[in-house]
């Protein structure tokens, strides 16, 4: 069964950083273009940043530019969002999300595999 795992969300105070970790089981995340998304209470799920398969493309949504880095290690299989500057309208539940298309888009049905989710929450 193909699953993807989110970890590293957590409660922390505006200003301060966080790193969201996406792990797989029973595949390898390298060959895949990876997003992350996030939904806030009341709101729709928005794509905030991708990577193409191979790295060389990445996206981040206007909001999270300059504060958020997304990157990949194929040697750990896992992708990773670094969040800096964390502010209180980040507040979300995350997820990643996989696509077998090599290319990176902010679409939410270019991905097929998507994770459970992981909280994060920015006190003001």
């Known amino acids: 069964q193909l699953q993807l795992v989110e970890s590293g969300g957590g409660l922390v105070q505006s200003g301060g950083s966080l790193r969201l970790s996406c792990g797989t089981t029973?595949?390898?995340?390298?060959?895949?273009?990876v997003a992350w998304f996030r939904q806030a209470p009341g709101k729709g799920r928005e794509a905030i940043s991708c990577?193409?398969?191979?790295?060389?493309?990445?996206y981040y949504e206007e909001s999270v530019k300059g504060r958020f880095t997304i990157s990949r290690d194929n040697g750990e299989n896992t992708v990773y969002l670094q969040m800096n500057g964390l502010k209180p309208e980040d507040t979300a539940v995350y997820y990643c999300?996989?696509?077998?298309?090599?290319?990176?888009?902010?679409?939410?049905?270019?991905?097929?595999?998507w994770g459970q989710g992981t909280q994060v929450t920015v006190s003001s």
């Open positions: 029973g595949f390898t995340i390298n060959y895949y273009s």
């Open positions: 990577i193409s398969a191979y790295g060389g493309t990445k």
């Open positions: 999300a996989a696509g077998s298309a090599t290319i990176c888009t902010s679409e939410r049905s270019g991905y097929g595999y």
